[in-house]
């Protein structure tokens, strides 16, 4: 499959400044700001529909953090994509060693595809302007070429890196000339007035080979971490973990910095870098200010999702996940509710939303990193009300997924049946429980709850105790892995 096409999706990132939507334990590419897809689920499919005469890849690659592993299986499989190889990262390593960990792969059976880099957490608008430069960028990079997409600029944006056309290459493509970090006003300024440059949109085209050489001549300390790593990889149900000691050592670079900045002043490595301008509505999605750009605005500039009304307000972004948000007179503002925050930030200040994130981290307050509403490999629960020495959970227990079998040493749990069937194990014994119907589990008690049926499984957990942290579970079985 040596002139395949394999979409390598890269799914790291915490998404900070997108809070409080996106957090640590569930970070933006796998939200849906609008529509009914993720941000990861769209990255999956933005190659269907390319022309017939490309060949792709049948199973792409997608390289995630391994606490986000089961998140990012359940939406692939529910975009119907069932032959994905996840590589799971132990700690986050930047996207160099992402794509390194991805070519290595790629070659391992002897193929040699065209790989095309997308992060799983942008957004493109025309599909089709996308496809038209992917298909401007593929001959060259089947030849050897490594390809960058770079945005046909809107405005002077301060806040995207630079690259900067040379030469033309062929029709629609130039070589790269050089690449410039996130400037100030007046050079954006510059930049777009003179014409020669384009946002730097993080995509990339590169055949695996062609990689793998080049990050063994610019970064040979970053290749040698990921090739001891994906030499001592096992499989872990329908994951590949490359061993994380070997990983965790590796240094962390960008694509960018690592080898695409490089290669204009390594002409004896014949890999000429080289990029496609592309004008298909890309949007990194980085901050909220951004996320109002790409969603649909009234004819006051004001852009809506959920339950939300507004009075005299423009230029206003009002997100609402659980309850109604009402606006009056606001004027460039952002407001985004969730069940458990609530953030209001001036649109010129969003890039500053992280430093929120980085106060509630120095504060322990477990807010910066988890949702209310959890997700587990089994489904979700929600924890809807806690006190002194109690807390009430709404638990969704997926049809044909189990919980562990496990003990808790220092509470015991009441289970309420609101829908669905459950599978009870309490002991010894095992029964099954139907709608309004309840069991109790005694402190220390060996249990398990599953779903055997087709339909979701809906209970409400009341538990008490002494203490009621999530740390206070001790598994004797899981299915899971964890």
């Given at each position: ?51 017939r005469d490309f060949q792709l890849h049948p199973s792409p690659i997608v390289v995630c953090n391994r606490e986000h592993r089961f998140l990012a299986a359940s939406q692939l499989m529910a ?404």
């Amino acid at each position: 499959m040596n002139d395949t096409l394999l979409a390598v999706i890269l799914c790291g990132g915490s998404g900070t400044r997108l809070w409080p939507l996106s957090r640590e334990t569930y970070p933006k590419q796998f939200l849906s700001i609008s529509g009914q897809r993720t941000m990861l689920q769209e990255t999956a499919l933005r190659l269907v529909g390319l022309p017939r005469d490309f060949q792709l890849h049948p199973s792409p690659i997608v390289v995630c953090n391994r606490e986000h592993r089961f998140l990012a299986a359940s939406q692939l499989m529910a975009a119907g994509i069932a032959q994905s190889r996840i590589l799971l990262e132990s700690s986050g390593r930047n996207t160099a060693p992402a794509l390194t960990l991805a070519a290595l792969q790629a070659v391992e059976a002897g193929d040699d595809p065209v790989m095309l880099a997308m992060p799983a957490d942008h957004a493109i608008a025309d599909l089709a302007a996308f496809h038209s430069a992917v298909a401007i960028a593929f001959p060259h990079a089947c030849t050897g070429a490594m390809i960058t997409f770079g945005i046909v600029p809107s405005r002077a944006e301060t806040g995207y890196g630079y690259i900067e056309r040379g030469a033309q290459h062929a029709p629609g493509i130039d070589h790269v000339q050089s690449f410039a970090e996130k400037p100030d006003a007046p050079r954006a300024q510059h930049y777009i007035e003179g014409g020669r440059h384009l946002w730097n949109s993080g995509l990339f085209m590169v055949r695996a080979s062609v990689w793998l050489k080049a990050i063994r001549h610019c970064r040979p300390d970053v290749a040698a971490a990921c090739e001891s790593a994906m030499a001592q990889a096992r499989r872990d149900l329908d994951f590949i973990r490359p061993d994380g000691a070997a990983f965790d050592a590796c240094p962390s670079d960008s694509i960018d910095y690592a080898v695409m900045e490089r290669l204009p002043a390594l002409p004896d490595l014949g890999i000429p870098a080289c990029v496609v301008p592309m004008d298909a509505g890309w949007s990194d999605l980085g901050a909220w200010d951004a996320v109002w750009e790409a969603l649909p605005r009234d004819e006051n500039g004001n852009a809506r999702v959920g339950d939300v009304v507004a009075h005299d307000c423009s230029g206003t972004l009002l997100l609402s996940n659980s309850r109604l948000v009402a606006g009056v007179g606001l004027e460039h503002i952002m407001v985004v509710e969730t069940p458990d925050a609530v953030l209001v930030a001036d649109k010129r200040r969003t890039q500053d939303v992280k430093q929120i994130v980085a106060l509630l981290r120095e504060s322990g307050h477990a807010i910066a990193h988890n949702h209310r509403k959890m997700h587990r490999p089994w489904g979700w629960y929600d924890a809807l009300d806690s006190g002194d020495r109690f807390q009430v959970k709404r638990i969704v227990v997926n049809p044909g997924a189990s919980l562990s079998l496990q003990k808790h040493h220092h509470r015991a749990e009441h289970w309420v049946v609101v829908k669905g069937t459950a599978e009870v194990t309490k002991g010894e014994e095992t029964f099954l429980l139907g709608e309004n119907e309840s069991t109790f589990i005694p402190l220390g008690h060996v249990h398990r709850l599953a779903n055997p049926g087709k339909v979701p499984l809906e209970i409400i957990e009341v538990q008490s105790g002494s203490y009621l942290g999530e740390d206070d579970i001790v598994r004797l079985h899981d299915t899971y892995g964890r």
